[in-house]
């Protein structure tokens, strides 16, 4: 695979505890080209804990992990922060992350807040995500437009597997997944790999 094939970046449900998800995570991880994962908490969780134990899972297998916050970033030695939507919050982690970290931002509403965002120093932008309310098409509007003009890559969120073909060949550089692996009956690891085959149109230049 070349630097500018598409990969899958996968997002965690609110975590609350860290045992009853290892397996079907490092199962995840596992089975298809996952290049990055950001991990979320349940409000009343420790994320301390919960990331300790699941950062190595995926930095042994040398896919980046993100976490939201600048201090537990450092706290568990994530990768990187992921934040949603420029503004103070975004300016202030790139000030404490960059260089020797990963930054991405989400919460991209409007065109204006990519562009605003795509000049801070950002290492991704994500359209849509696990709390947007953008649908499929306005994701894929987006991700293509971003994509024609812009250099910096985009994380297109999609919300089921079927969608995961088109964002790649409107231009995503990476496909994120939440619910639609986490939520598969036949488990994670089967749904990781639909989707890893499922890149496969972007690899030929589809």
């Known amino acids: 695979m070349s630097e500018d094939d598409p990969r899958l970046y996968l997002i965690t449900p609110p ?16 089975a298809g080209d996952v290049a990055c994962v950001l991990l979320r908490f349940d409000a009343k969780a420790d994320a301390k804990a919960i990331a300790k134990a699941l950062v190595p899972l ?49 919460g991209i509403v409007t065109r204006d807040d990519a562009m605003r ?47 995961v073909a088109a964002l790649v060949a409107a231009g995503a550089d990476f496909v994120a997944l939440e619910t639609a692996v986490w939520d598969d009956p036949r488990g994670a690891a089967a749904a990781v790999a639909e989707a890893d085959r499922l890149l496969a149109p972007g690899r030929i230049g589809a």
């Open 58 to 106: 995926a930095q042994q297998r040398g896919i980046a992990c993100l976490v939201g916050d600048p201090q537990l970033a450092a706290r568990a030695e994530a990768d990187g922060v992921h934040i949603d939507g420029p503004g103070e919050a975004l300016d202030a982690t790139l000030k404490a992350m960059k260089p020797k970290h990963i930054v991405g931002v989400g």
């Open 15 to 30: 975590l609350a505890e860290a045992k009853s998800f290892v397996a079907p995570f490092a199962a995840a991880l596992a």
């Open 117 to 163: 965002a795509g000049e801070t120093g950002v290492d991704y932008l994500m359209f849509g995500g696990p709390e947007a309310k953008q649908s499929f098409l306005e994701i894929r509007e987006r991700v293509a437009w971003w994509a024609e003009i812009f250099n910096l890559a985009c994380v297109a969120y999609a919300h089921q597997l079927a969608e």
